[in-house]
């Protein structure tokens, strides 16, 4: 097959003008299309495409995000707060639910739906201590899980006296943080070493 001016098609050829500037430049000239028939299977996806691009675009907003929820995979997020005190002392629980081996854990919990990060170690050191914390800075974000995303931050005591929640926690302390307790969750311990 040929173009226009008999080069093959797809073939590049030079434009010879002495009034353009720079380097020659090419011309491509490009295939012909050929129609595919209405009823290949090809044609019948491209308009199912197209039919569902529209449904998609007319759902808009908050109704969108629903379906978007229901199609993927979706996640507990677990959120653990690293707070110290004045002195640089990190508070640690002894978590009843846990395993017998290695009950001490920082404060943990899942967030709730249309809660932040930051709400959820607030909320979570509130419940399971008493105390009250102002969250600082994201330490960790860890994905690969099968169905969670851990997350992690710093904070700070701001106030309030220990009244454990005495289903979930057992005790609490306060450690220097070169001096943590045995049966200390692994990953725990490698998260306070990378506040130090």
């Known amino acids: 097959m040929s173009g226009g001016n008999g080069e093959p098609l797809g073939r590049m050829m030079p434009l010879a003008s002495p009034s353009l500037r720079g380097p020659p430049r090419a011309v491509v000239h490009h295939r012909r299309v050929t129609k595919v028939p209405a009823d290949t299977p090809m044609e019948r996806n491209s308009t199912m495409k197209r039919i569902a691009a529209m449904a998609w675009r007319t759902l808009r907003g908050s109704v969108q995000w629903r379906v978007l929820w229901l199609w993927h995979a979706t996640f507990m997020v677990g959120v653990s707060g690293i707070v110290k005190d004045d002195e640089g002392r990190v508070l640690l629980l002894r978590h009843r639910l846990w395993p017998e081996h290695r009950q001490w854990g920082l404060p943990t919990g899942y967030a709730k739906r249309s809660e932040t990060f930051e709400d959820t170690v607030s909320r979570e050191v ?17 994905s690969g899980y099968r169905l969670r995303v851990e997350v992690a931050y710093t904070a700070d005591l701001i106030g309030g006296d220990i009244n454990l929640d005495s289903f979930e926690v057992l005790e609490a302390q306060w450690f220097a943080t070169d001096r943590l307790p045995e049966g200390l969750l692994e990953s725990h311990r490698t998260l306070i070493q990378k506040t130090r």
């Not at 201590?129 to 860890?142: A, F, P, Q, S, W």
């Open 126 to 142: 509130l419940e399971e201590t008493g105390l009250t914390v102002r969250v600082r800075d994201l330490v960790n974000l860890e």
